[in-house]
C-alpha cells in the first residue's frame, strides 16, 4: 500500500512518500507483514522516481532508465517525446508487457487472479528536460505519459490517491490562489497531503515520511533527500493545524460575525379605486 504526490513547481520538482511496503503471498491471497521502506529514487543529478505496485517492476524501471540516461559518465537531458516513448514503448514492451503475459498464464491455469498484484504500477518520474526545465510525469499502469503543467501542477499515486488528491486541491486553493507553486511551497503542501493521507488511512499507508526534490542549487541541477525539511514541516503542519482548531466553534466567533440586517416590512399596497 502506497501514498506519493509530487508537485511540479517553477524552481523544481518535489515528491513526498509513505514508508509502509507490504510482503504477501505470490497469490496475493493475504498479506504477511510489513516494513518500512524508501520508495523514492534519485537518478543523477536530473532525475527522481517513485512508484507504487510491484517492487519488481519499480526495480526494473529504475533500471531502465539509469541504463537507458546514462551518458559520458552522466545522464542525459530528456524531452517528452521521448519519455512518451520510452515509457509506452520500451518499457511496456520489455518489463510490463512480459510480466502481464506471465500473469495471465498463472490466472489461467490456477484460475487465481490475485497473480495480477505481479502486473501493476503506477509512478511518477520528475526530470529536467533538454530545455532546462523541470517536468512532472505520472506514468499509468498501461504507461502512458501524463505531464503535469501549471494548470494541473500535483499529481498522486498509490492507495492513497482517493485521500491525497481532494486534500491537495483544498490546499492548492487554500495557499496558492492566484500565484504559482514554488518548491517552498511544493514541498511543504506535499508533506501535509502525505502526512494526512496516512493519518486517515491507518493499516493502508504508513510512516517514516520521505522527501525528496529536484532543484537548482547554483548552475547545477541537484536530487537529494530532504530529512531535515520533513521534521520542519511536522512542525508546520501543527502549527497551521492548531490555528485552525481556534475557529472550530461558531458560538467562540459569533462577535466576529456581522449582523446580517433584516430585511425590510413588506407591506401591503391599498388598492386603487375605480372610478
Not at 490475485?114 to 532546462?132: K, L, N, P, R
Request: overall charge negative; some cysteine; proline content about 5%.
Amino acid at each position: 500500500m502506497t501514498v506519493i504526490v509530487g508537485v511540479l513547481c517553477t524552481d523544481g520538482a518535489v515528491l513526498v512518500a509513505d514508508g509502509a511496503a507490504t510482503y504477501g503471498l505470490p497469490t496475493g491471497a493475504a498479506m504477511t507483514i510489513r516494513q518500512s521502506t524508501k520508495k523514492l529514487v534519485g537518478i543523477g543529478n536530473t532525475q527522481l522516481f517513485g512508484c507504487s505496485g510491484a517492487v519488481s517492476l519499480s526495480q526494473a524501471f529504475v533500471e531502465q532508465i539509469t541504463d537507458s540516461s546514462a551518458s559520458g559518465g552522466g545522464y542525459k537531458l530528456w524531452n517528452k517525446s521521448a519519455i512518451r516513448k520510452f515509457f509506452s514503448g520500451d518499457i511496456y514492451k520489455q518489463v510490463v508487457g512480459p510480466a502481464c503475459e506471465r500473469a495471465n498464464s498463472q490466472i489461467v491455469v490456477t484460475g487465481n487472479r490475485g497473480y495480477q498484484t505481479d502486473t501493476g504500477q503506477h509512478s511518477i518520474f520528475a526530470f529536467v528536460d533538454d530545455a532546462g526545465k523541470p517536468q512532472l510525469a505520472q506514468i499509468t499502469p498501461t504507461c502512458q505519459v501524463e505531464f503535469a503543467d501549471s494548470n494541473l501542477p500535483f499529481v498522486s499515486v498509490g492507495s492513497g490517491q482517493p485521500a491525497a488528491d481532494p486534500f491537495m486541491a483544498f490546499l492548492r486553493d487554500v495557499f496558492c490562489a492566484g500565484r504559482e507553486i514554488t518548491l517552498q511551497d511544493g514541498k511543504f503542501l506535499a508533506y501535509w497531503a502525505v502526512d494526512l493521507t496516512i493519518r486517515v488511512q491507518p493499516g493502508m499507508v504508513a510512516p517514516p515520511i520521505q522527501m525528496m526534490a529536484l532543484f537548482k542549487r547554483g548552475d547545477n541541477w541537484v536530487v537529494e533527500e530532504l530529512n531535515d525539511d520533513a521534521a520542519a514541516h511536522a512542525e508546520m503542519v501543527k502549527t497551521v493545524e492548531e490555528k485552525m482548531r481556534l475557529y472550530r466553534s461558531v458560538d467562540e466567533q459569533a462577535g466576529q460575525i456581522p449582523v446580517v440586517p433584516a430585511a425590510p416590512e413588506m407591506r401591503s399596497v391599498p388598492e386603487q379605486k375605480r372610478k
